[in-house]
């Protein structure tokens, strides 16, 4: 159980177009879904918080226009990357956690964005 | 604020060594601590979790033990095999909007 699936697992784009991302919870409902972005050899850098039926929370540094994120409902939850560029290539994974009380988060196999 | 410090990679062992990755916290409040893996090209999976002082996670053979009293979560592992080959994150989780807090992540090669 608690199986996170992300769409698409690579995509490679030209600078200046949009790219969606999408995040869905295939066996369970997710209240809370998390976008986080992993550069080469690093940690993982939390980009925003989704709550189903609401405006993502973003984290200090990360552009709302930019990043845009929809959280339409309890099983999936999308990322576009708006006018992507270059310096947006990076490996992008999505969490849900099951219940809003768990302390458990389940994450996506994650998405290879790259721009050329 | 949270914070999580983990050991630099990469670590390099021969198969059936034993393994320690370190891990110590600085948190409010009392937090549950995990060890998510992420094997290469993959997203992160949960390892184990401990979710209050003295606790021991186990799974697959890996064990870490809450210590309170030093702010640690080590990794530990008996004997190690090549299909360990992987990074190693330590996090944190102390509530409030469900936010992890993640160390650095340490890299694992198990060479036979």
């Known amino acids: 159980g608690a199986v996170v699936s992300q769409h698409p697992s690579r995509v490679i784009c030209k600078s200046g177009t949009s790219v969606k991302i999408e995040c869905r919870s295939l066996d369970f409902q997710a209240t809370t879904m998390f976008w986080y972005r992993q550069f080469p050899k690093q940690s993982l850098m939390l980009m925003a918080t989704?709550?189903?039926?609401?405006?993502?929370?973003?984290e200090q540094g990360v552009e709302k226009d930019k990043f845009l994120i929809n959280h339409a409902s309890l099983t999936l939850s999308t990322l576009t990357v708006t006018s992507a560029h270059p310096e947006d290539s990076s490996f992008y994974i999505c969490?849900?956690?099951?219940?809003?009380?768990?302390?458990?988060?389940?994450f996506g196999p994650g998405t290879r964005l790259t721009v050329l | 604020g949270n914070s999580v410090t983990q050991m630099e990679g990469p670590v390099t062992l021969s198969e059936e060594a034993f393994l320690t990755i370190n891990c110590t916290y600085t948190?409010?409040?009392?937090?549950?601590l995990f060890w998510y893996v992420q094997y290469p090209g993959e997203g992160l999976q949960l390892l184990l979790k401990a979710t209050k002082a003295d606790d021991k996670g186990s799974n697959k053979g890996f064990e870490a033990t809450y210590r309170k009293e030093t702010t640690s979560f080590h990794l530990e592992k008996g004997s190690v095999q090549v299909s360990d080959s992987a990074v190693y994150f330590c996090a944190l989780y102390t509530g409030g909007g469900n936010k992890l807090t993640f160390g650095t992540g340490t890299q694992l090669k198990v060479e036979l």
């Open positions: 989704s709550n189903e039926g609401s405006k993502a929370t973003y």
């Open positions: 969490s849900a956690d099951a219940t809003g009380s768990t302390d458990t988060q389940y």
């Open positions: 948190a409010t409040g009392y937090p549950s």
